[in-house]
């Protein structure tokens, strides 16, 4: 069985500053990609960043990064110059075939 | 825009009284799930459908049923709702291996 763990409850950053999520997951299948979902309070689960396993390069999207280490199976989350806005619940995905699993979340407090 | 609607927002049912939930989508995937989620838990997968083939997770409820007539929507139903089913309700989409697009959710209330 597939499963994510964040062992990270509760996390919290300044403004502007630098926060890394992470996410460790066990599988047996060589193929299948990563996900960190952001969940605002209230709000609807939108997609930050993807990861396919079979990519040796890192993903980044603007502010968003990930260090995969697919040895380690491990998939953090950095956050640079983080704002007040990326206050929210931040859930790490495993997709394997057509299914996702998700870790227990992660929720990032952004102090002013 | 294209997006996940799901409706409505907020339900409240009572103990007992079968309730549906529905889900509709613009996107054209052909992958549509659905997964409950309690306070501070992760999303728990309850079936999904990959086109017209429908996808039963091993540990939900028989209680828990779901219909897809079309692509762009999909159906929760809940035949005989308990307290233990209060939860939000999240419908999600895929396409290839792309990652899942989520609706804004449905919060169950059981009274």
């Known amino acids: 069985a597939q499963t994510v763990t964040q062992s990270q409850p509760e996390m919290s950053v300044q403004e502007a500053e630098t926060v890394t999520l992470s996410c460790t997951y066990d599988?047996?299948?060589?193929?299948?990609?990563l996900f960190w979902y952001k969940q605002p309070p209230s709000r609807q689960m939108i997609l930050v960043i993807r990861?396919?396993?079979?990519?040796?390069q890192n993903a980044t999207e603007n502010r968003f990064s990930v260090n995969f280490q697919k040895a380690a199976k491990s998939f953090s989350l950095k956050i640079s110059d983080s704002q007040l806005g990326d206050a929210a619940m931040y859930f790490c995905a495993y997709r394997t075939g057509n299914q996702f699993y998700f870790g227990t979340g992660t929720s990032l407090t952004v102090i002013p | 825009d294209a997006m996940v609607i799901q409706n409505p927002r907020y339900q409240v049912t009572q103990f007992g009284k079968p309730v549906t939930l529905s889900c509709s989508q613009t996107?054209?995937?052909?992958?549509m799930y659905w997964y409950q989620q309690k306070s501070s838990q992760a999303p728990k997968l309850l079936f999904h459908?990959?086109?017209?083939?429908?996808?039963n997770e091993a540990d939900t409820p028989d209680n828990f049923q779901s219909r897809r007539p079309n692509t762009s929507f999909c159906f929760l139903d809940i035949r005989s709702p308990g307290l233990g089913d209060a939860a939000m309700y999240l419908c999600?989409?895929?396409?290839?291996?792309?990652?899942?697009?989520f609706g804004q959710g449905t919060r169950l209330t059981v009274v």
């Open positions: 996107l054209n995937h052909n992958v």
């Open positions: 459908y990959y086109d017209k083939d429908f996808n």
């Open positions: 999600a989409t895929s396409r290839g291996s792309g990652g899942a697009f």
């Open positions: 599988t047996s299948e060589s193929d299948y990609y």
């Open positions: 990861q396919e396993a079979y990519k040796q």
